[in-house]
């Protein structure tokens, strides 16, 4: 089944504590992002990789860090978190060929930082 | 740069009766665009997307998309709304940057279903 699984699905954690969500796809994709969802902004992208090694800012990239050292593998670091990093944070894959791939997400990951 | 807008937080609809939810977007170029679904406490799902070709897109649960280049709008649909229809949905375009192929995909800011019984 194609999935993008991501975890921990819910995490409370303190200020300044590195935490590190993992996004796993199995459907080959090229094609992976990091968005975070809060009310009334919908959905904001991070970061987002085309391929193995090759990451970029997406529209608010602070205080994170992402790597791509595998193809399936997109994992999202917050190196010393703040609370407004409290969110809802999906990751999402597609593949590259074509113009017009459906993207997919995973189930989310609720952060809370105190 | 390419943008879409959702102009509304909020619709609400009487089951069995039509909805409409709405999107307006912002491209230089072909648009590329998409809807998606969110349920509570779940990732979003793809519904339907637009890509060439007819205007009227047909998706997933009997959701339809009109694509109206004049009015810069992508439009979704149904033409009798279920209880079960109710969840947040999210207009989005694909912008490609630059001549590398390089691509991100950028969502307005939802709309919220409620269908009433």
């Known amino acids: 089944e194609a999935q993008v699984t991501q975890n921990p699905r819910y995490l409370i954690t303190v200020t300044g504590k590195k935490l590190t969500v993992t996004c796993s796809q199995n459907m080959n994709h090229e094609y992976m992002s990091w968005y975070r969802q809060d009310p009334g902004l919908g959905l904001r992208q991070i970061y987002y990789?085309?391929?193995?090694?090759?990451?970029d800012k997406g529209d608010v990239p602070e205080g994170y860090k992402v790597s791509r050292k595998e193809k399936r593998n997109f994992p999202l670091i917050l190196e010393s978190p703040s609370p407004n990093q409290t969110s809802l944070y999906f990751c999402?894959?597609?593949?590259?060929?074509?113009?017009?791939?459906?993207?997919?997400f995973g189930e989310g990951s609720w952060l809370t930082v105190v | 740069a390419q943008s879409v807008a959702q102009p509304e937080d909020q619709v609400n609809v009487a089951e069995g009766n039509p909805l409409t939810v709405k999107c307006t977007y912002s491209v230089s170029g072909n648009p590329y665009l998409f809807w998606y679904v969110q349920y509570p406490n779940r990732g979003l799902q793809f519904l339907l997307k637009y890509i060439t070709g007819d205007n009227l897109v047909k998706g997933s649960y009997g959701f339809e998309a009109e694509f109206n280049k004049s009015q810069t709008s992508f439009h979704l649909k149904k033409p009798s709304a279920l209880v079960s229809d109710s969840a947040l949905y999210f207009c989005?375009?694909?912008?490609?940057?630059?001549?590398?192929?390089?691509?991100?995909?950028?969502f307005g800011t939802g709309t919220r279903l409620k269908v009433l019984a």
């Open positions: 990789s085309m391929n193995v090694e090759v990451t």
């Open positions: 989005a375009v694909r912008d490609v940057l630059g001549t590398s192929g390089t691509y991100k995909y950028i």
């Open positions: 999402a894959s597609s593949s590259k060929q074509g113009p017009g791939n459906t993207i997919y």
